[in-house]
């Protein structure tokens, strides 16, 4: 089954360069190890919610604001798309990404499978 | 026996079992609910004319199964037909095992699955494990029913949609789960069993329900000490159930219950379950706090320094405040009320159970029982102001009157 793994957390969260650059490797650690177990199919961290637009259409009008959909105290930060057995196997992939001590990770299956 | 009681019989033993086989069989919830429904009802009409067959929930099961097996071969069909591919498994490639014991025991980790929200754990385990109509489930938890069977519904669909297995954990998720499990068949139990208004006797049914799951997890799992430790806690405190309220609903506290009207049947199934369980975790700590009451021949004769140290033991395993406030009350009967009072402050300076009524209503028992009436009244007054339900309230008015009057 393939899932989508929202990577959330504040990205206002004050940390040291170290902390930073310490999530940044393990992250990468994660990533090879989920890509070589053939878990994990794509990914990606997105760029700060500052730079995100939103757009509505309404009517035949379009209205374009500025930054992300919905404020928020966690913001999403990047995303994996999984190909998993079953709900514990992605749960398990999911619960050993760094960003799960300090953020939050929704995991959720693709509509149509 | 009458086709009645024989049905009854077998839907008590039977139901799960019906289901869980079908589940593991077709992956589909609805299917197996469905295909056991009318497999009872084929029993009713050949039962009464063909009479009741030898093992009644074999003859069930191999109905509900050939009806599951003739409804996935119509919607290949029909599949078929749509010129899609089939995602149903061909019938014939389905293997059906009569009753493996182990479905029941998938079935109770997969109603129970952390990714399931709390209610719709106890609902489905209540209508698929224990057989209970959504209509009794939505009576036992005072909502309407069609709020009972969004819940039910709900639950189904993310079991599919989210594909959350079916099966029993592996090992390392298992001590995790197995506490979901039995977190569930506990929430039950005391759903039923703080229930003290007029609808008691309804809810009772769930006190009764969680004692027979709690029996069959420890069929299904008998290596499992927390399971035995959970039966052990539910007999034990339920072998008191109809001493603690009087006839007009008031409380009758621990020291004051007629113990000579105890279940002594559950207290000694309760005492051997914990003979065969030398360690374990907190169901079983519980238990044994449990079993130093069903002992005691006699409130005066309770061994109050053993339940001290064993609630020490369980804050030490699973700290909270509702587990210190109790090792208060037993320390302060073990090593007297001061000894007490000083946990009770601690507490207090934690602010962990700040407006909650049971804080004050420790604390003035034990400034009663030093004698310091005035303080005890306030502390009363404060309990009296938090709590919520009337026999409480009742109970402390009580208790506060006893005091006399202000001096």
Redesign the interface.
Known sequence: ?K?LMLICGDENLDLSPEETAAIGTATDAWVREATERGVRLDGNRLARTETATSIRSRDGELLVTDGPFAETREQVGGYDVLE?????E??EVASSHPVARIGTIEV??FWDQ | MTVDAALTQAFRSGWGRIVATLIRTTGDWDLAEECAQDAFARALEVWARDGVPDSPVAWLTTVARNRALDRLRRAKTEATKLKEVASVPAPEEVAVDDDLPDDRLRLMFTCC?P?LPTEGRVALTLRTVAGLTTAEIARMFLVPEPTMAKRLVRAKHKIR?????FRV?PAH?RPERLSGVLAVIYLLFTEGYAATSGDRLVRRGLTDEAIRLSRLLTTLAPDEPEARGLLALLLLQDSRRDTRVDGDGRIVTLEEQDRARWDSGEIEEGLALLARTPTGGPYVLQARIAACHAAAPTAASTDWPRIASLYGQLAALTPSPVVALNRAVAVGMAEGPEAGLTLVSDLEASGALVGNHLLPAVKADLLRRLGHADEARTAYEEAHALARNQPERDHLASRMAALGTPT
Do not use: E, T
Request: glycine share 4%.
């Open positions: 089954m899932y998993c057995a079953d709900l514990d992605a749960l959720r299956p | 699955h990714a949609a989210a594909g959350i297995p954990p998720l």
